[in-house]
Structures are given as structure tokens and as C-alpha cells.
């Protein structure tokens, strides 16, 4: 099933990966700014682009992987179209990739904040993402020190990019903008005007292997 995308199609994007048993999801939006050719682009074809944003970078710049430790391992990224319609998702596997950090994380609560934000001041313009696999060597006194801002701030600029994509089988082609999605009607979406990292850590409760909810 091709699952086709036009342009005004609102997309969301999930990063999924494993840390300390713990599933933890990262979720992206975007919107389809522009398609080339008069065939059908499949929602799947995102998949590789996304995961370059998401997790591994894209040529100089450095993705989430470069700042995450080797105790974080990437299971899968996710795309599905949520408007003006919702499909299913299509998934893209990751085998054997874990962050490249070299220490030992911080407990899977506790996560770097790396934040986009919408032009308008309103709460409805901000949208945060939420970096579990935190290295014990980048954290001083609940704060990201001088080598933890400089690690996440490459990803976060990754927040703002937008992906263009090739359908390898119709040779369509598509782009897609991120957004901060708002959720309640009317359901119109903000650009994102800039990025940034929270010098603080925070702590994202999260459910634990045999602990209630």
C-alpha cells in the first residue's frame, strides 16, 4: 500500500529506542511544503532522511547518536500521515545502533531538552523533545556543562531542517517542513523559527519494568 502525501499534509515522525528496558519515543512534526512530479509519493520514502535528522546526521552535522551514550540503543523510526487523515505507520528497523558516547548514561528519566519554537509567544508555539541516554560526563550539578551544550546542539539545530526525498519507486520527489503542531482546533500549524538546549536536565517520569504505573 503506497500511503500517497500531497502537499498540506501534516506528517509525524517518532524516533524509538531502548534504554535500561525502558521504551523511549521521540516525536517530530512536519508538514509537506512542496512535490515534484504528477505520480504518487509514498510516506515511507521519508524514512531514511528522517532517520539522518533524528538520530545520525546529516554529512558535517552531528545527530543525536554523536551525544547520546552507548547505553542508548535506536530500535526503529517511524512516519505516519496524522492530517487531514490519519494512516498507518511505516516503520524503518534500526539494527545495532547505539549512541557513540562512550559513558555511562544517567538513569532513563533524566533527559537533555532540546526546544523549538514557533514565531508567536504562546504556549501552543513551543514543542520540546525530551533526550534520554544523557553521559554521566556531561552533567554538573543538574546542568549540561560547556561539553554537553556543545554535543546537543547540533541535533537541535536538526529540529529546524527540512527533509527532501526521492520515491525510489515513482521517482516523485517531496519536501517537508517541521512544525509545532497545536492540538486543538483550528489545527494550524507553526514553522519552527528557532532552536535551542536547555542548560538544565529534567527529569521526564517514565513507566519502569515490574513498578506500577
Keep these: ?35 515534484t512530479g504528477a505520480v504518487e509519493f509514498s510516506q515511507r520514502s521519508l524514512l531514511p532522511g528522517l532517520k539522518e535528522v533524528l538520530w545520525t546526521g546529516i554529512g558535517v552535522n552531528p545527530g543525536l547518536r554523536t551525544a547520546t551514550s552507548f547505553d542508548y540503543k535506536a530500535i526503529a523510526v517511524t512516519v505516519q500521515r496524522v492530517e487531514p487523515t490519519r494512516y498507518v505507520q511505516s516503520i524503518l528497523p534500526i539494527v545495532d545502533e547505539s549512541g557513540t558516547v562512550l559513558e555511562q548514561s544517567l538513569p532513563s528519566g533524566v533527559s537533555a531538552v532540546l526546544r523549538r519554537q514557533g514565531l508567536v509567544g504562546t504556549r501552543e508555539n513551543y514543542g520540546r523533545i525530551y533526550a534520554a541516554g544523557v553521559p554521566r560526563t556531561y552533567v554538573a550539578s543538574s546542568s549540561l556543562n560547556a561539553f554537553g551544550q556543545a ?28 512544525i509545532v503542531k497545536t492540538k486543538t482546533a483550528p489545527l494550524v500549524p507553526f514553522n519552527i523559527q528557532q532552536t535551542s538546549v536547555d542548560p538544565v536536565v529534567r527529569y521526564q517520569r517514565r513507566r519502569e519494568v515490574g513498578v506500577g504505573i
Design 151 to 178: 554535543a546537543y546542539s547540533g541535533p537541535a539545530t536538526l529540529l529546524s531542517v527540512d527533509i527532501t526525498a526521492i520515491d525510489p519507486d515513482t521517482g516523485a520527489g517531496i519536501t517537508i517542513r517541521p
Design 1 to 35: 500500500m503506497p500511503l500517497p502525501l500531497e502537499v498540506g499534509d501534516q506528517i509525524e515522525a517518532r524516533l524509538v529506542g531502548l534504554l535500561s528496558a525502558q521504551t523511549i519515543i521521540n516525536t517530530s512534526h512536519y508538514i509537506v511544503v512542496a512535490k
